[in-house]
């Protein structure tokens, strides 16, 4: 209760608020945005934006948003860079400013709520809690110790982004998130929670995964694979998740070029694997990777590669022999034999 009205008090002498997603936003941030936004409801605050960057393109964040009718705005830097006196700045599941998102370093932050592993975590109000499964679950810890009116769209939004976030409590659940379940359920929209949990696929998206199952190459129970090219950025995690269910595997991570970067995704239930660490400590100086022990992600600028090669298929060659040594040399199998 502490935390939740030194936040409320905080919100209590803003006049705005801007709430800033991470890139590409999941459900999980966009719950949590939404929440906090309901809260500054209640502390008086009238003017109340949630604020994003890159796409909303996983066909399951999308109906996150058109079925919950979530109101988002593009960001611009000049929305934090110009706000006046009494306009807030939060994050909600990401922490710094320039790391996953778009805010320029060393921006003054008012609010961070987040669940992700970082450093370097400044900010008049600060919940950072790594040990718990989702941010969406500190958000309804809030919304319960504070009273907020919980409507259907509210409960509905949180309890899925806590589903989604640990793979229906599966992937790092704690007993806070079942505490949040319990509280949540009785006010949920089923019919809703039902769409979001069986969205459509697109034909980009499979055709994504199935370039991964082809490109799979394993060593010990480690399975590497790329998407090579492709539109949708959210194929990466879904064929890491598919792949992940391979037997003998314990590790997977999948990469692909996306528009001007690379990205990558990864998944290990193995205890004697921290993907986070393991992306980190592979592209940290040339891009931006981490995460949790289980599940992980990054972004590398393709233009690192422009030196090496202008035609596409050069290119894709090039990218898959970097990105799949320095993978190899993270996890100790340099050397290793083919499985």
Do not use: W
């Amino acid at each position: 209760m502490k935390r939740a009205q030194r936040l409320y008090d905080l919100l209590a002498d803003g006049a705005e608020i801007n709430i800033v997603c991470h890139n590409n936003p999941d459900p999980d941030c966009l719950a949590s945005a939404l929440a906090l936004g309901r809260i500054a409801a209640a502390a008086g605050i009238d003017a109340r934006h949630i604020l994003y960057s890159g796409d909303i393109s996983h066909q399951q964040n999308r109906a996150f948003v058109n079925l919950l009718d979530i109101e988002l705005e593009p960001f611009e830097s000049a929305t934090v860079r110009d706000r006046p006196a009494g306009s807030l700045l939060a994050f909600v599941d990401h922490s710094v400013p320039g790391a996953n998102n778009n805010v320029p370093e060393g921006t003054a932050v008012d609010v961070v709520i987040d669940h992700h592993p970082a450093e370097g975590i400044d900010a008049r109000f600060v919940d950072h809690r790594v040990e718990v499964g989702a941010a969406a679950t500190i958000l309804a810890e809030y919304v319960r110790a504070l009273e907020i009116d919980l409507d259907t769209v509210l409960a509905t939004a949180l309890l899925f982004a806590i589903r989604r976030e640990t793979l229906n409590f599966l992937r790092g659940a704690t007993r806070e998130e079942y505490e949040a379940a319990g509280y949540l359920h009785g006010h949920v929209d089923q019919g809703i929670l039902r769409q979001l949990s069986t969205p459509s696929v697109t034909g980009a998206t499979l055709d994504a995964i199935a370039t991964a199952i082809r490109n799979r190459t394993t060593r010990s129970a480690v399975l590497i694979s790329h998407v090579g090219r492709t539109t949708e950025r959210d194929a990466l995690p879904q064929a890491a998740d598919y792949l992940a269910t391979l037997e003998g595997v314990q590790t997977v991570i999948v990469f692909g070029i996306v528009h001007g970067s690379i990205h990558l995704s990864a998944r290990s239930p193995d205890p004697r694997v921290h993907v986070g660490n393991v992306l980190k400590e592979a592209f940290e100086d040339v891009g931006s990777a981490g995460g949790h022990h289980d599940s992980a992600g990054g972004e590398i600028p393709l233009g690192i590669f422009a030196d090496y090669a202008t035609d596409g298929d050069r290119l894709l060659e090039i990218v898959e022999q970097v990105i799949t040594a320095r993978l190899l040399a993270g996890l100790d199998l340099a050397d290793g034999s083919k499985g």
